[in-house]
C-alpha cells in the first residue's frame, strides 16, 4: 500500500508490531509512523416506495448486468448515514430519507464492515450515475434472484420481504464465515 514513508518519505516501511501494540503493522523507521490499515465501511440501503424495492443494475465491474443495493464507500468526513445518503443518490439519482440500521455484517476477509439502512424514497432526482447501468423498482415476486450475485444481499432482501408483511424490521448484525454471511438475531 504505502512504499514511502508518507510523513518523512524514508524508504522502505517496516513490518512489525509497534510496542505496546497487537497486531503487526506497517512502521516508519525513521519518524515512527505507524500505518493502521483499518476495515473500511460500506454503507448502503435498501429503499422502498409503495412496496416496491429499489436495486440497482451494476455498470463497472466487478460483477457487471447483476442487480444489488445501492452501496459504497464512506467518505472521510461524513457520518455513516449521509454516506449511504450520498451513495444511494450516486447510484440511483434518489433523494432517500435513511431511517434505521437493518444489517450490519463485517467481512473479515476483506477487511469490510457493511451498514445496510431502511429508506425510503423522498424525491427521485436524476439519472443515475456512470457506476449504473439501471435502476428500477421491483414488487418482491419480481425480483431476479439470480442476477443478484451477492448472497448477503439476497439474505438480506429476503428477511425485508418477509419482515414487510408484518411491518415490523429487526436489525440484524452477522459475520462471514466460510463464504456465507451468517446473521445473529
Ligand atoms: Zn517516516
Not at 19 to 31: I, Q, Y
Not at 75 to 84: C, I, K, L, P, Q
Not at 166 to 179: A, F, L, P, R
Amino acid at each position: 500500500m504505502h512504499l514511502y514513508c508518507c510523513r518523512c518519505g524514508h524508504h522502505p516501511l517496516d513490518h512489525g508490531v509497534p510496542e505496546g501494540d497487537t497486531h503487526e503493522r506497517l512502521t516508519c523507521s525513521a519518524c515512527g509512523h505507524v500505518y493502521y490499515d483499518n476495515p473500511k465501511v460500506i454503507a448502503g440501503a435498501i429503499i422502498e416506495h409503495e412496496g416496491r424495492l429499489l436495486l440497482c443494475q451494476r455498470g463497472i465491474p466487478p460483477r457487471v448486468g447483476t442487480w444489488t443495493l445501492p452501496a459504497g464507500f464512506m467518505e472521510r468526513g461524513e457520518s455513516v448515514e449521509e454516506a449511504a445518503q450520498r451513495e444511494v443518490m450516486e447510484e440511483t439519482g434518489i433523494d432517500a430519507e435513511i431511517l434505521t440500521p437493518y444489517s450490519i455484517f463485517s467481512v473479515p476477509p476483506t477487511n469490510e464492515l457493511y451498514i445496510i439502512y431502511r429508506a425510503r424514497l423522498r424525491e427521485w432526482r436524476a439519472s443515475p450515475g456512470h457506476e449504473t447501468l439501471d435502476v428500477k423498482w421491483f414488487h418482491p415476486g419480481d425480483i431476479p434472484w439470480d442476477e443478484i450475485f451477492y448472497p448477503a444481499i439476497r439474505q438480506i432482501l429476503e428477511r425485508y420481504i418477509d419482515e414487510h408483511a408484518g411491518g415490523t424490521y429487526g436489525i440484524y448484525s452477522g459475520s462471514m464465515e466460510g463464504g456465507t454471511i451468517h446473521f445473529m438475531r
